[in-house]
């Protein structure tokens, strides 16, 4: 039953990513995202890991693509369809991300892993907490306090990058001028 | 455990799933959809981390932790590479990659 | 005794300089002129009190002594040390004298001849610097010392020939004279290294005093092609003296320099600057008569006859009067040069040394004033050359007597200055070399043929058509012209011997009669033929030149020497050696270079895609390095 499922998940996470990296309507796009981001959801709730599974739900379902929708809203009209990638481009991209992968797939299959003789059941909020907070051996009290300040100081850094400069006033199209400004800002 | 799951394929998996982002990440002209496949890169290397930790060391918690920072990293970038596109946008009227090469100076 | 204050001398002009030079814009002319004149005036004034002072109160037992003040300034090495300082012996003295009366009678004749030139004050500023620097060689202490004041002599003489420098000729004359003075000074640089290297020292004193590692050690010295290295060394340091007073080969720039404003010609090109070479000589004289026997000096006798030789035949054709003057000069240089070359040292075998400075003196004054008048009478005609002149005693009597006493001087008639000195010089090429003598006989009638040439063809002959009537000079002009004949006579008078002595042993010079009968007759047969030839517009000269056709030909081009110069860095240098260079490094140096430009260039080029700026193509080489380094090491692990 479970391998079933692990195989559904499978072909849906793969098929949605290729949609979403090929699909030519951007807000389309986004939803495939959304899609493979549920089905890696749904693999952590196959491996018990429902803690995860729900983060993975809410921060990237609910708050990542709500985001990105809002951004592509920003910016483009919802119609918009992306511009053609040049043939030769493509060509190249995917035959270097096939090696890498044949790569990789090649290191996996020759790399023998431990077998393990601990069983395993299922990993727990609980235990989560604790670690995350633990300050003695393995904890991860450090980590967590740097990803919270990491947290804060981007939050401040997107409000204050995004609220920006007031629109130029002729609001004119891009120019050869406009990439100077960029320069000037950065 | 996945029940009649070994490890290879689920590596198998998410490799495929990090090569396609990696593909996006080269060929696509927007910047917004660039950063979706940096989403589905991270992806997978979050998968990668709780698979093998539950695969390999069922008794540490290490994998799962590493995860929920990755979630909350991308998070963060996320939104702070928004933030910029949209300044970008202001600035110069496009989010195209084509139009922001000024690293070549 | 105390001669310090002679330091004055050269710093009065060097202040004037400064003064005249800074605040040119500033100062009216009216004051400049007055400035410069009473500068110079007072530097003259001391200049004599110097001579009398130290002729009559320099002697200890008989010899004069050497004074020298001087600070030490550059330090080597213990003994080579380069000083600043001044040198008092009868040379120097007598050199003073000479350059600052010429100095200040040109002064003074400026005021008139340069009247309501736009660059009055610049013209007075220069010559200032030039008599700075003139005095500060003439009292060198040291080779170095002089040999800094030799270029600034370059240098100012340099400004003074490029004085009218929007005239496209003058500034071409004093590049030429620049230039070849230049590449003669380099063998003098060469010599003093050559010398200073090998005896350790720069000092006057040390390489002429008897004892010195110059003159006692030159046996023991190092030889090159079978001369001592201090031969090598003293001709090297003569080349300098060569180019400066323009002998041959180097003598091609001296005409041209008469491009400047004929005081200045008066000042540098016939008095001073130009004998600067006859002073070194002179100043090392004991070195070039020790050092291998003489065999430097012998260099100097024959280069100095074969010099004054040609230059007389040369200025016999010349038709504009301030080059045939300027050939003149070079000529009488010749003979002060064979005169050293022909002396000894001791007492009265030392004649020709003294002769020579004898010579420097008298030429100075008679050449002055005819330079002076010449200029007189390029003032009142507007013109150099002789054809525009003609009958101008009417117009002009005082510039007419003093040319006609500076002309009876030069051309050796009994009784006026130029008689003694050149006698004394034949005198002593009769004692010594005869087949210089002959010569010297002979340019002494070619020198009184080509003066009175110069003569009848300006002050007698018939009038031109003048553009206005010529008119006798201002004052300010002919004071100094009859200042100057007036030295001219008397001159010759200076009992010389008893002050300027190779040995510095005062002696007793007697009149050879015979000698100086055979020099005047042949004077005196000079001036007749020339009476004859120009006297009266007649076609004589024509015919004569004529029958010698291309001989004469060849003698009024100067014998072709600037042809061949041009040919030489032209045709050899430019053309051959210069091409051939140019070719090597156009092809090899610069093509190599050039080469690997544009390797880089066309490679830059071909890869400069992969520098897009563009994220995409970075990540992507990013990945592929990746890839192939992952290949690497998994293939690497698993084997």
């Known amino acids: ?186 | 455990m996945i029940a009649g799951i070994s490890i290879y394929e689920i590596l198998t998996l998410t490799s495929i799933l990090f090569f396609i982002g990696i593909y996006g990440f080269f060929t696509r002209e927007n910047l917004i959809t660039v950063l979706m496949s940096v989403e589905l890169i991270l992806n997978a290397s979050a998968v990668n981390f709780v698979l093998i930790n539950t695969y390999l060391y069922p008794d540490l918690l290490q994998g799962a932790v590493f995860s929920i920072f990755i979630v909350a990293l991308a998070a963060a970038e996320t939104a702070l590479a928004i933030a910029i596109i949209i300044n970008l946008y202001k600035l110069i009227y496009s989010v195209e990659v084509k139009d922001t090469e000024t690293m070549k100076y | 005794m105390d001669f310090s204050y002679t330091i004055l001398i050269p710093l009065i002009p060097l202040a004037l300089f400064l003064i005249l030079g800074l605040f040119s814009k500033k100062i009216p002319a009216s004051i400049s002129g007055w400035l410069g004149s009473l500068g110079l005036g007072t530097s003259f004034a001391l200049s004599l009190y110097t001579a009398y002072h130290y002729f009559m109160d320099g002697k200890l037992e008989g010899v004069y002594q050497t004074f020298i003040y001087k600070q030490t300034w550059l330090v080597f090495t213990d003994k080579l040390h380069i000083d600043l300082g001044v040198l008092i012996d009868p040379i120097s003295v007598m050199m003073m004298v000479v350059v600052t009366t010429i100095s200040f009678m040109v002064h003074l004749y400026s005021r008139g001849y340069m009247h309501g030139d736009d660059g009055y004050t610049r013209f007075f500023s220069y010559l200032a610097l030039f008599s700075f620097s003139m005095l500060g060689l003439v009292l060198a202490t040291n080779l170095f010392q002089m040999y800094i004041f030799w270029e600034l002599v370059g240098a100012s003489s340099f400004l003074l020939i490029g004085y009218y420098y929007t005239k496209p000729s003058a500034v071409a004359a004093a590049k030429k004279a620049f230039i070849v003075t230049r590449f003669a000074d380099l063998g003098f640089l060469l010599g003093i290294l050559l010398i200073s290297y090998y005896t350790g020292t720069f000092d006057f004193q040390d390489l002429t005093s008897e004892e010195g590692l110059l003159i006692a050690g030159w046996g023991a010295s190092a030889s090159f092609m079978g001369l001592s290295v201090f031969t090598w060394g003293l001709i090297l340091i003569y080349m300098g003296g060569v180019g400066k007073s323009a002998m041959l080969p180097f003598h091609i720039w001296l005409p041209d320099a008469m491009e400047g404003p004929t005081p200045v010609s008066a000042l540098i090109h016939a008095a001073t600057m130009v004998v600067a070479g006859v002073y070194l000589v002179a100043r090392l004289f004991p070195a070039y008569y020790f050092v291998e026997d003489g065999f430097a000096l012998q260099v100097v006798a024959y280069v100095g006859a074969l010099s004054s030789l040609v230059a007389a035949l040369i200025a016999v054709t010349q038709t504009d009067i301030k080059r045939v003057l300027a050939f003149s000069t070079m000529s009488q240089i010749g003979y002060m040069m064979l005169a050293l070359g022909v002396s000894k040292y001791e007492g009265h075998e030392g004649l020709g040394y003294m002769a020579s400075m004898f010579h420097l003196f008298t030429h100075a004054m008679f050449k002055a004033l005819l330079f002076l008048g010449a200029g007189s009478v390029i003032h009142a005609v507007h013109s150099n050359y002789m054809k525009d002149m003609g009958g101008l005693r009417k117009y002009m009597p005082i510039t007419h007597i003093t040319f006609l006493i500076a002309s009876l001087s030069i051309a050796g008639f009994p009784g006026f200055a130029g008689f003694f000195s050149k006698d004394e010089i034949l005198v002593a090429a009769f004692e010594s070399n005869k087949l210089i003598y002959f010569s010297s006989v002979f340019v002494a009638g070619l020198t009184a043929f080509y003066m009175f040439r110069l003569y009848f063809n300006i002050f007698w002959g018939e009038d031109r058509k003048y553009a206005h009537t010529p008119h006798e000079s201002p004052l300010s002009m002919t004071i100094p012209l009859i200042f100057l004949a007036f030295m001219s006579i008397f001159a010759g008078y200076i009992p010389f011997s008893q002050f300027v002595t190779a040995d510095l042993t005062p002696f007793t010079a007697h009149l050879d009669l015979p000698l100086a009968a055979i020099a005047s007759s042949v004077g005196i047969i000079g001036i007749i033929i020339a009476f004859i030839f120009y006297k009266k517009p007649n076609d004589l000269p024509e015919r004569f030149a004529n029958a010698f056709g291309f001989i004469y030909k060849w003698i009024y081009n100067k014998l072709y020497f600037d042809e061949l110069y041009i040919f030489v860095t032209k045709k050899i240098l430019f053309g051959i050696v210069a091409f051939s260079a140019s070719w090597f490094d156009k092809n090899v140096v610069d093509g190599s270079m050039i080469g690997i430009g544009n390797v880089t260039v066309s490679v830059s080029n071909k890869i400069k895609g992969m520098q897009s700026g563009k994220l995409q193509d970075y990540a992507m080489s990013f990945v592929g390095g990746i890839v192939v380094i992952a290949m690497v090491v998994f293939y690497i692990w698993i084997n």
Do not use: C
């Not at chain 1, 592509?72 to 481009?89: F, N, S, Y």
């Open chain 1, 1 to 186: 039953m479970e391998t079933i499922i692990f195989y559904i998940l499978a072909a849906i996470i793969i098929l949605f990513a290729v949609a979403s990296v090929t699909s030519r309507k951007i807000l389309r796009a986004v939803i495939y995202l959304l899609f493979v981001l549920i089905g890696i959801a749904g693999l952590y709730f196959l491996v018990d890991y429902n803690f995860l599974a729900a983060i993975q739900l809410t921060v990237y379902g609910g708050g990542i693509i709500v985001l990105f929708i809002f951004a592509v809203l920003l910016i483009h009209h919802v119609e918009l369809e992306l511009e053609k990638t040049a043939l030769k481009k493509k060509l190249i991209a995917g035959a270097l991300s096939a090696a890498g992968l044949a790569v990789t797939l090649w290191a996996i299959s020759t790399y023998p892993f431990p077998e393990t003789t601990a069983t395993y059941t299922s990993i727990e909020v609980a235990d989560i907490g604790r670690k995350l907070l633990s300050y003695e051996d393995g904890g991860f009290i450090l980590p967590f306090e740097v990803i919270s300040v990491l947290l804060v100081a981007v939050m401040i850094g997107a409000i204050v990058v995004a609220k920006g400069k007031k629109l130029s006033e002729d609001r004119s199209p891009k120019t050869e001028d406009g990439s100077e400004k960029l320069i000037e800002n950065n």
